[in-house]
């Protein structure tokens, strides 16, 4: 699914990964951990495609293209998602409103029909059930005055609608309460499948708790410095960071 | 019946392939001499049929014209105008007709297969021959029969001169005078045509009026007089204007529109603007004139504009509102956008003349490009005027770096229970929202379009349903080529 090559990559003219290696196979989760600056928003971002992180060196195979090649919504309809950190604000548009244009846009990228008004309401109803997301977050602008959990559960939704190959989830435990944890949780696990690859970057081994890693990376000065199973994790946990830190 | 008079104009014109050739000289030699003197003047006001009242009414104009100055006040530059160097009567003005959809621009049918609208309305707009059945005329002869059943009157300018002068005469210039200001005035003298709207007393229009289904005025927009009168009680709603861009010889307009809403009325008034901006170097386009002024002149009467502002190189425009009525209402709603050089300079007037008179005011202005966008508001509480309310919003958003906004709020109250309150933000799509939408699968541009729709939402809102739909869809083309 994911073959990542040696890569390196500069942000502001300094470079903050320097060499990483991995392949995620269809149907497994990777947890990539790290202590803070080690890299890992870098690396959701590149593959992201984001302006101002310039890859130098390397490359980055998805289901056989070159992904760097592509630009960031090209990424998006050949199904790379990211479920952002902070979720971003976009004020005026409801939620219903971008979910339905995002899901569009991939389906008309992809040469598919678009979705009508009543096939996509009945889809968005579907999919917000098990997210506890309301009818009234749905008509709420997206982000704006959503709490933390809301608006991880929104990150979900749209994960959930636009059916990913590759999701990409960039500390999606950060700022949530241990319920909004498990519903967040429950989410993504109930989107594993043998299609779908996974990467979930955190900082914590919390998350891992709940989403159970196939494989687990450590990430450490912009290399890939660890890989080991699921028990990976829970040594972390005990032994913290130190040893990759200094 | 002037009602069927105007359908069989109406089909004359659609087919008028037909009728063409035999009218085509005649057409020619009806152009009045190039430059404007009281003999164009007189000549305009012979080829209308106009009574003589009316003749004299143009005549002060355009004495009082002469001594007039051009306006320069605004945040706009434009080459000067020479008003001698103008045809002022060219009517019944016939666009070439063209054969079909092959020979007009395909940027121009590309624009109206993005605005979605039928075939049939496209070959309108674009100036395209058209068999004479089509759907749009039958569409207005029912409109005419339901508004004649409630005593509504809905025509042409020039028709309500001959056909209605009490009213004409009793409205014409008392909101708007004929000496208001040099474009006004300059209005006033030569006026083509325009449309006249009358609501009896208790009557609620029964449809939205749209200047859309008037076919037969599409031509007449260079000097457009539009009178709007809706009686005791009385409800309409008027849509100007519409999403497509016309095709359009005529550089300078210059509209001038008067409402009056007396006690227990109200109106609202909706325009979408879509006129040729000039290219993407500011080459030609439109320079948009306009005085457009309501008068709330009974007690809570209640007038309310909602303008999508897109087109014209540059726009010199303030709906305003006189809020005389006790209890009455204003309100203005507004969308500024500015691409490439185009220039706006647009806003409105809250005047404060009656108690518990209250008004809003929500201003969206969105500049790309070269452009240069300005809100210039008045909002005045006379000495009289106890327990004014007025809420105003500003907000501009700037798209790259090389355009301008500008907000010139004046607040002027001389009555001390008066609330004002103003707020004013300007902004800027942020990389980070446009890097959200893209990595949710929004190409750049639709992701643009979506962004500025939100931020235009509160206003989007005040439109009619369709209407909207085809606004939001606009306000995207219009900002096309505009990141990147």
Redesign the interface.
């Given at each position: 699914m994911l073959e990542i090559k040696n890569l390196h990559a500069n942000v502001n003219g300094k470079e903050i990964l320097k060499g990483v290696d991995l392949t995620v196979e269809a149907g497994t989760v990777h947890a990539i951990m790290g202590p803070n600056g080690s890299g890992k928003s870098t690396l959701s971002y590149v593959l992201?495609g984001?302006?101002?992180y310039e890859v130098t060196q390397g490359s980055v195979t998805y289901k056989g293209r070159d992904l760097l090649a592509m630009?960031?919504?090209e990424?998006?309809?050949a199904g790379v998602?990211?479920a952002?950190q902070y979720?971003?604000?976009?004020?005026?548009?409801t939620t219903m409103?971008?979910l339905k244009?995002?899901?569009n846009?991939?389906r008309k990228?992809r040469g598919e029909d678009e979705l009508d008004a009543p096939r996509f309401l009945k889809l968005v109803r579907e999919k917000s059930k098990p997210l506890n997301v309301s009818d009234d977050m749905l008509k709420r602008?997206l982000n704006v005055g959503f709490s933390g959990g809301e608006k991880k559960r929104a990150e979900i939704l749209?994960m959930a609608l636009?059916e990913p190959s590759l999701a990409i989830l960039d500390e999606t435990d950060s700022g949530l309460d241990i319920d909004a944890l498990k519903v967040v949780a429950e989410g993504v696990n109930s989107l594993r499948s043998p299609e779908r690859a996974m990467i979930v970057i955190t900082h914590y081994q919390r998350l891992l708790d709940y989403i159970v890693p196939d494989v687990v990376h450590v990430l450490s000065k912009g290399r890939i410095v660890r890989t080991g199973g699921k028990e990976l994790a829970g040594e972390l946990e005990r032994t913290g960071y130190a040893e990759f830190a200094a | 019946m002037a009602a069927v008079r105007e359908t069989v104009e109406s089909v004359d014109q659609v087919a008028g392939e037909k009728y063409k050739y035999g009218f085509t000289t005649d057409i020619e030699s009806e152009r009045a001499p190039i430059g404007l003197s009281e003999d164009t003047i007189r000549f305009i006001s012979a080829k209308k049929e106009e009574p003589d009242w009316m003749l004299q009414w143009r005549l002060d104009a355009y004495r009082r014209w002469l001594t007039m100055e051009e306006p320069k006040w605004a945040k706009v530059s434009y080459p000067p105008i020479d008003f001698q160097d103008a045809y002022y009567y060219a009517a019944p003005k016939q666009k070439a007709k063209l054969e079909s959809l092959d020979e007009v621009d395909p940027k121009l049918l590309e624009t109206y297969k993005k605005l979605g609208i039928p075939l049939v309305e496209q070959q309108i707009l674009a100036g395209v021959a058209v068999d004479a059945v089509f759907d749009s005329v039958s569409v207005a002869t029912t409109f005419k029969t339901k508004l004649a059943e409630v005593g509504v009157i809905f025509c042409p300018f020039s028709e309500a001169v001959r056909e209605h002068p009490e009213l004409v005469k009793k409205y014409l210039g008392s909101v708007v005078p004929s000496s208001d200001n040099f474009y006004a005035t300059l209005n006033s003298a030569v006026f083509s045509d325009g449309s006249f709207v009358y609501i009896p007393p208790g009557v609620r229009c029964p449809m939205e009026l749209s200047t859309y289904f008037r076919i037969n005025e599409k031509q007449t927009g260079q000097f457009e007089r539009t009178l709007i009168i809706a009686d005791k009680g009385a409800y309409v709603s008027y849509l100007e204007g519409c999403t497509a861009p016309q095709r359009d010889e005529n550089q300078l307009h210059a509209a001038v529109v008067e409402l009056i809403a007396l006690d227990d009325a109200e109106i609202k008034y909706s325009t979408v603007q879509n006129w040729f901006p000039g290219d993407e170097n500011g080459k030609g386009g439109i320079y948009n004139f306009v005085t457009k002024r309501g008068d709330c002149r009974g007690a809570r009467s209640k007038i309310s504009w909602t303008q999508v502002e897109t087109g014209s190189a540059v726009t010199w425009k303030y709906p305003s509102c006189i809020l005389r009525g006790d209890d009455s209402r204003g309100e203005f709603y507004s969308i500024a956008i500015s691409n490439n050089y185009q220039q706006v300079d647009s806003g409105t007037k809250m005047i404060h003349l009656g108690r518990n008179t209250s008004s809003r005011i929500i201003s969206k202005g969105i500049a790309a490009g070269f452009s240069s966008n300005a809100y210039r508001g008045l909002v005045s509480v006379h000495k009289k005027a106890e327990n004014v309310r007025n809420f105003t919003q500003c907000d501009s958003l700037l798209i790259g770096s090389k355009c301008s906004a500008h907000t010139v709020p004046y607040i002027e109250s001389k009555n001390p229970t008066a609330i004002l309150e103003h707020e004013a933000t300007t902004s800027k799509i942020?990389?980070?929202?446009l890097?959200?939408?893209?990595?949710?699968?929004?190409?750049?541009e639709?992701a643009v379009a979506?962004?500025v729709?939100?931020?235009?939402?509160?206003v989007l809102q005040q439109l009619p349903m369709e209407f909207a739909v085809e606004a939001q869809k606009l306000v995207g083309i219009s900002l096309e080529g505009s990141v990147g």
């Amino acid at each position: 699914m994911l073959e990542i090559k040696n890569l390196h990559a500069n942000v502001n003219g300094k470079e903050i990964l320097k060499g990483v290696d991995l392949t995620v196979e269809a149907g497994t989760v990777h947890a990539i951990m790290g202590p803070n600056g080690s890299g890992k928003s870098t690396l959701s971002y590149v593959l992201a495609g984001r302006e101002g992180y310039e890859v130098t060196q390397g490359s980055v195979t998805y289901k056989g293209r070159d992904l760097l090649a592509m630009n960031v919504d090209e990424r998006a309809a050949a199904g790379v998602f990211l479920a952002f950190q902070y979720p971003i604000e976009i004020p005026g548009v409801t939620t219903m409103t971008f979910l339905k244009t995002a899901l569009n846009a991939q389906r008309k990228a992809r040469g598919e029909d678009e979705l009508d008004a009543p096939r996509f309401l009945k889809l968005v109803r579907e999919k917000s059930k098990p997210l506890n997301v309301s009818d009234d977050m749905l008509k709420r602008a997206l982000n704006v005055g959503f709490s933390g959990g809301e608006k991880k559960r929104a990150e979900i939704l749209q994960m959930a609608l636009l059916e990913p190959s590759l999701a990409i989830l960039d500390e999606t435990d950060s700022g949530l309460d241990i319920d909004a944890l498990k519903v967040v949780a429950e989410g993504v696990n109930s989107l594993r499948s043998p299609e779908r690859a996974m990467i979930v970057i955190t900082h914590y081994q919390r998350l891992l708790d709940y989403i159970v890693p196939d494989v687990v990376h450590v990430l450490s000065k912009g290399r890939i410095v660890r890989t080991g199973g699921k028990e990976l994790a829970g040594e972390l946990e005990r032994t913290g960071y130190a040893e990759f830190a200094a | 019946m002037a009602a069927v008079r105007e359908t069989v104009e109406s089909v004359d014109q659609v087919a008028g392939e037909k009728y063409k050739y035999g009218f085509t000289t005649d057409i020619e030699s009806e152009r009045a001499p190039i430059g404007l003197s009281e003999d164009t003047i007189r000549f305009i006001s012979a080829k209308k049929e106009e009574p003589d009242w009316m003749l004299q009414w143009r005549l002060d104009a355009y004495r009082r014209w002469l001594t007039m100055e051009e306006p320069k006040w605004a945040k706009v530059s434009y080459p000067p105008i020479d008003f001698q160097d103008a045809y002022y009567y060219a009517a019944p003005k016939q666009k070439a007709k063209l054969e079909s959809l092959d020979e007009v621009d395909p940027k121009l049918l590309e624009t109206y297969k993005k605005l979605g609208i039928p075939l049939v309305e496209q070959q309108i707009l674009a100036g395209v021959a058209v068999d004479a059945v089509f759907d749009s005329v039958s569409v207005a002869t029912t409109f005419k029969t339901k508004l004649a059943e409630v005593g509504v009157i809905f025509c042409p300018f020039s028709e309500a001169v001959r056909e209605h002068p009490e009213l004409v005469k009793k409205y014409l210039g008392s909101v708007v005078p004929s000496s208001d200001n040099f474009y006004a005035t300059l209005n006033s003298a030569v006026f083509s045509d325009g449309s006249f709207v009358y609501i009896p007393p208790g009557v609620r229009c029964p449809m939205e009026l749209s200047t859309y289904f008037r076919i037969n005025e599409k031509q007449t927009g260079q000097f457009e007089r539009t009178l709007i009168i809706a009686d005791k009680g009385a409800y309409v709603s008027y849509l100007e204007g519409c999403t497509a861009p016309q095709r359009d010889e005529n550089q300078l307009h210059a509209a001038v529109v008067e409402l009056i809403a007396l006690d227990d009325a109200e109106i609202k008034y909706s325009t979408v603007q879509n006129w040729f901006p000039g290219d993407e170097n500011g080459k030609g386009g439109i320079y948009n004139f306009v005085t457009k002024r309501g008068d709330c002149r009974g007690a809570r009467s209640k007038i309310s504009w909602t303008q999508v502002e897109t087109g014209s190189a540059v726009t010199w425009k303030y709906p305003s509102c006189i809020l005389r009525g006790d209890d009455s209402r204003g309100e203005f709603y507004s969308i500024a956008i500015s691409n490439n050089y185009q220039q706006v300079d647009s806003g409105t007037k809250m005047i404060h003349l009656g108690r518990n008179t209250s008004s809003r005011i929500i201003s969206k202005g969105i500049a790309a490009g070269f452009s240069s966008n300005a809100y210039r508001g008045l909002v005045s509480v006379h000495k009289k005027a106890e327990n004014v309310r007025n809420f105003t919003q500003c907000d501009s958003l700037l798209i790259g770096s090389k355009c301008s906004a500008h907000t010139v709020p004046y607040i002027e109250s001389k009555n001390p229970t008066a609330i004002l309150e103003h707020e004013a933000t300007t902004s800027k799509i942020s990389e980070e929202q446009l890097f959200y939408c893209r990595q949710r699968g929004v190409p750049e541009e639709e992701a643009v379009a979506l962004i500025v729709n939100g931020f235009c939402r509160d206003v989007l809102q005040q439109l009619p349903m369709e209407f909207a739909v085809e606004a939001q869809k606009l306000v995207g083309i219009s900002l096309e080529g505009s990141v990147g």
